[in-house]
T-cell receptor, first 114, second 108 residues
């Protein structure tokens, strides 16, 4: 099993450009999430999905779109990149259960917006 | 809004020392998770504690969930350079809420 994979690993964008961060998992997990990580702020939830066709907003959703057409894939779209979106982005998947959605994280995408 | 406060934010110690990292909240969580993250990688789950007062051991790491399920601690005995990394706690109560993290550096 590859687990959770993310592409690209690094990306530089100019302000106003759009792009899609890819995320895929092969563990048949129902839940998938996108987080951003900034120094001193831990991980903040952007969007999440509880199954194919179902998405919802997290703590910091503005400027990002998601869709979930299959169980395996959960892409994150930046509509019009801004310098405030410079961050490291992590995709995670989990299964439901009594242990509170233990997260399996991808390796991350480091995004710089100039 | 649920918040998790981790302390300390930074910790630099010598090999062989003991340390404790704290994770506190005013909210009750159904479970609490601890993750470790190395530079350039995603966080990796270390342990989940579910029951108030629960203690779990993972080699030299001891995790405790508070009786009221509002706080947790991570104690490392005889720290080694391989323990260096970012330690994150996360509370489950509806959504998963992460603390800010504790950056640990263990010098040989």
């Amino acid at each position: 099993n590859a687990g959770v994979t993310q592409t690209p690993k690094f990306q530089v964008l100019k302000t106003g450009q759009s792009m899609t961060l890819q995320c895929a998992q092969d563990m048949n997990h129902e839940y998938m999430s996108w987080y951003r990580q900034d120094p001193g702020m831990g991980l903040r939830l952007i969007h999440y999905s509880v199954g194919a066709g179902i998405t919802d907003q997290g703590e910091v959703p503005n400027g990002y779109n998601v869709s979930r057409s299959t169980t395996e894939d959960f892409p994150l779209r930046l509509l019009s990149a801004a310098p405030s979106q410079t961050s490291v982005y992590f995709c995670a998947s989990s299964y439901s259960g009594s242990r509170g959605y233990e997260q399996y994280f991808g390796p991350g995408t480091r995004l710089t917006v100039t | 809004t649920q918040l998790l406060e981790q302390s300390p934010q930074f910790l630099s110690i010598q090999e062989g020392e003991n340390l404790t990292v704290y994770c506190n909240s005013s909210s009750v969580f159904s479970s609490l998770q601890w993750y470790r993250q190395e530079p350039g990688e995603g966080p990796v789950l270390l342990v989940t504690v579910v029951t108030g007062g629960e203690v779990k051991k993972l080699k030299r790491l001891t995790f405790q969930f508070g009786d009221a399920r509002k706080d947790s601690s991570l104690h490392i005995t005889a720290a080694q350079p391989g323990d260096t990394g970012l330690y994150l706690c996360a509370g489950a109560g509806g959504k998963l809420i992460f603390g800010q993290g504790t950056e640990l550096s263990v010098k040989p």
